[in-house]
């Protein structure tokens, strides 16, 4: 049996912040790729980018771009507020869009919180798991 799909980076999705997410926007696609008949959905790298803002420079292939996460799923839990996106908004350039001077200046403890929220444990040497 044959099955389709389609190739297309998250960083595509539609945003009012200049970037695409893994939130709202990603599971609406989604949803419309099944509407559609489509199996697949190849992405590209989604890697912290490294020299020139490139994917295929990653500096880790073990992490994911902080660039990709909601906020709005953030504020929608009460881990960010709207003024904090805001303001985040209003320091960010280029492609890093709302996301990098948020996460640059206290990440850590939003996404442990994120973690909680979401039951994800620490194990000791291995990482987070469900």
């Keep these: 049996m044959r099955t389709s799909g389609i190739l297309m980076p998250v960083s595509s999705l539609p945003s009012p912040y200049g970037i695409g997410s893994l939130g709202a926007e990603a599971y609406r696609f989604v949803d419309f790729l099944a509407a559609a008949g489509q199996r697949y959905w190849q992405i590209l790298p989604i890697g912290p ?32 507020t709207h003024d904090e996106i805001a303001r985040g908004a209003g320091r960010s350039t280029g492609a890093s ?13 939003v996404l442990r919180a994120v973690g909680r929220s979401e039951g994800l444990r620490q194990r000791k040497g291995r990482g987070v798991h469900r």
């Design 97 to 109: 869009g709302r996301a990098g001077p948020l996460l640059a200046g206290g990440a850590i403890p």
């Design 49 to 80: 980018t490294g020299y020139g803002d490139s994917p295929y420079q990653s500096f880790s292939a073990f992490a994911a771009n902080p660039y990709f996460i909601d906020l709005d799923a953030l504020e929608q839990r009460g881990l960010l």
